[in-house]
């Protein structure tokens, strides 16, 4: 479903042509007024400013004081960011909810188009708000018509109209579409069904579905971290399931929330985003990661780490359980930091390319940070712990590897294989992200396997789980040196 964000300048007559579009029967979602009904129905929130802004707020009847806090708003910028981080979130909570409400019986404007109309400025200012606005109509009115609505309205002096107009007219550049009203209703309101139909026709299916997905996950995480930056991502993947435990002050996103968002079905992955400290700075861990054997496309694989990329990090850290290719010099439990890979997934660059994130052929001549695993290197000494390097093979799963597989992998030079890791590498390097990874060994390939030898997947897990204080102890202090 479409959503057309109205707004305008003073006197513009915005609001008394939204009221026109909802007789016609467009679901309009009124910004200003729902945020006035927030304020009452919502009994965390007004505290919560209250808080943050260090002063009272509510009058003697216990009820937000508007007109003080809208002063406030006026006078001090800084009043004004802090209400918004508050304040925001929430709008947009709201939204999103009474959105999915119209879109069970979706209202058919002109060609039978469904869409919704959001009637406020924050469409234009607000990047929090932009995955969900398609298009943004501004619309104006001729100065003499804005100068008596507003005066007629608000009593506002002609001077300080026009002052305010001048001020608004770099907002209007922003607008994909301009409406005027300078016509009687009745026009104006068949203009704006005209206008609205065209902009669906011109646009629809402008954006490439995957990365609106991106952007509607991204901006639904990022609306809940309540401030946070996070600078590291983490994939907790075999062997680091105890990393998580230690992340302090933890907020935790289930992906079932996130719109657009897969959801982990392997054995001992969560399903979770968990945003907080670890080792002094502030990450986001995945506590499970998406497999690409789970039947979902390569896209949605590395949704969560697009995510990740949108919201800000600038690290990605990946772990994963993989089986070796030899026994000479592997054995179950040991730690192979990841220095290369060989990829026998689906490539997730494949389609249009993501501009926003990176060149069409990205360069992969080390797609896992040379200083990370030195620095790594040196932590593993430091603290006695045993670590090897190698290249990790990875398939699409979900069958283990044959021995003839097994030996054509190690042909082919492939130390460890296992089943996911490289798609979620990829599009790191992509946007040039410094990577770091590491692989538990949890099985061995042999030569000589014994007639009644099975790959047991409950042992491949035990296995990993046993190294996790050692790999966990590993990622901590390098995560603690950036």
């Known amino acids: 479903m479409k959503t057309i964000g109205i707004t305008g300048g003073i006197g513009s007559g915005k609001t008394t042509l939204c009221r026109m579009l909802e007789a016609a029967g467009a679901p309009v979602y009124e910004a200003d007024a729902r945020t006035k009904a927030l304020y009452d129905s919502d009994p965390s929130l007004v505290p919560a400013l209250e808080a943050a802004l260090g002063t009272p707020l509510r009058g003697e009847d216990g009820k937000l004081d508007r007109r003080r806090l809208a002063g406030m708003l006026f006078a001090d910028s800084r009043v004004r960011k802090t209400v918004e981080a508050i304040v925001h979130p929430k709008v947009l909570e709201d939204f999103l909810a009474w959105r999915d409400a119209c879109g069970k019986a979706p209202w058919k404007g002109p060609g039978q188009v469904p869409f919704v109309v959001f009637e406020s400025a924050i469409v234009l200012e607000k990047p929090l708000f932009a995955p969900y606005i398609d298009k943004v109509v501004w619309i104006d009115a001729p100065e003499r018509d804005r100068i008596r609505r507003s005066a007629l309205r608000d009593g506002v002096p002609e001077e300080d109209i026009r002052r305010r107009a001048a001020a608004q007219r770099h907002s209007a550049a922003k607008a994909d579409a301009l409406l005027v009203n300078d016509a009687d209703p009745a026009t104006l309101l068949q203009r704006a069904l005209d206008l609205l139909f065209e902009i669906w026709k011109t646009n629809n299916n402008t954006m490439d579905e995957r990365l609106q997905t991106i952007h ?17 991502g983490i994939v907790l993947g075999s062997g680091l399931g105890k990393l998580a435990d230690q992340i302090e002050n933890p907020l935790v996103i289930s992906y079932r929330d996130i719109p657009g968002f897969p959801v982990s079905t392997a054995i001992g992955h969560k399903g979770n985003y968990i945003i907080g400290t670890l080792a002094g700075k ?64 689906p490539n997730p660059l494949i389609g249009p390319n993501h501009d926003e994130f990176g060149p069409r052929f990205p360069d992969m001549t080390r797609p896992y940070d040379p200083k990370l695993i030195a620095r790594a290197k040196a932590i593993a000494a430091r603290k006695g712990i045993p670590v090897l390097e190698g290249t990790y093979l990875a398939l699409t799963g979900p069958t283990y590897e044959t021995p003839a597989e097994y030996r054509f992998f190690r042909a082919v030079g492939a130390d460890a294989v296992g089943m996911s890791t490289v798609p979620e590498v990829i599009v790191a390097r992509h946007s040039d992200l410094p990577v770091f990874g590491m692989s538990v060994i949890t099985d061995v390939a042999h030569d000589d396997y014994s007639d009644d030898y099975v790959t047991d997947g409950e042992a491949i897990v035990a296995a990993a789980n046993a190294a996790a204080d050692k790999m966990s102890a590993i990622f901590s202090e390098l995560i603690e040196s950036l």
């Open 216 to 232: 509607e996950a991204a901006a639904f995480v990022e609306a809940r971290l309540e401030g946070r930056k996070p600078v590291v």
């Open 282 to 345: 502030t990450v986001i861990a995945m506590q499970g990661r998406i497999h690409f054997y789970e039947g979902y496309g390569i896209d949605k694989v590395v949704l969560p780490i697009r995510v990740m990329q949108k919201i800000g990090i600038k690290y990605l850290f990946v772990s994963n359980a993989a089986g070796a290719c030899t026994s000479h010099n592997f054995h179950p439990g040991d730690l192979m930091i990841i220095r290369d890979h060989i990829n026998m997934i």
